[in-house]
């Protein structure tokens, strides 16, 4: 689907602004919002160019950097540290070869840190894309990448 099919499936009006840049980011294999497609949503709402990347850089769900396939958004918030996250952030960041921030040579990964999850019962958690994973270990953290990698070689 194009940049315009994508946006029209929304009705014109402001409200719609970030259920349009979710599907943006969501239609784009990179992950992202370009340019071009920022300021075809601009002209399509009748907002001002610097209304809509304002809100696009607002939010740090939003990226306006290519990034990986799968994001990896490993919770940091309190709980999660207690349960001490702290402590495999640096497993993920072996595992895919990259510090939190960056996203590894193959284009697959992205890994970003995130507040609460909604996920404190089941602590310490990350997301992949839409999907969550809860009481983490070293060792769960190793299988749900080979798996992933599995299924995407
Ligand atoms: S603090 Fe990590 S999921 Fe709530």
């Given at each position: 689907?194009?940049?315009?099919?994508?946006?029209?499936?929304?009705?014109?009006?402001?409200?719609?602004?970030?259920?349009?840049?979710?599907?943006?980011?969501n239609s784009h294999p990179q992950n992202y919002l370009t340019e071009e497609a920022l300021e075809e949503t601009a002209r399509y709402l009748k907002l001002t160019k610097a209304a809509v990347f304002g809100v696009a850089g607002y939010y740090s769900m939003f990226s306006l950097r290519p990034r990986g396939r799968f994001i990896v958004?490993?919770?940091?918030?309190?709980?999660c540290e207690v349960m001490k996250?702290?402590?495999?952030?640096?497993?993920?960041?072996?595992?895919?070869?990259?510090?939190?921030?960056?996203?590894?040579?193959?284009?697959?990964?992205?890994?970003e840190t995130a507040e609460c999850l909604g996920q404190c019962?089941?602590?310490?958690?990350?997301?992949?894309?839409?999907?969550?994973?809860?009481?983490?270990?070293?060792e769960r953290i190793r299988e749900i990448f080979s798996e992933i990698r599995?299924?995407?070689?």
């Open positions: 689907m194009s940049t315009k099919e994508i946006i029209r499936q929304f009705d014109p009006v402001k409200d719609n602004l970030l259920n349009i840049l979710h599907a943006l980011q958004r490993v919770c940091i918030s309190p709980v996250i702290h402590a495999l952030l640096p497993v993920i960041e072996e595992e895919l070869g990259v510090s939190t921030g960056e996203t590894t040579k193959n284009g697959l990964f992205t890994l019962q089941e602590a310490p958690s990350m997301m992949i894309n839409d999907k969550v994973y809860n009481n983490l270990s070293g599995s299924q995407n070689s």
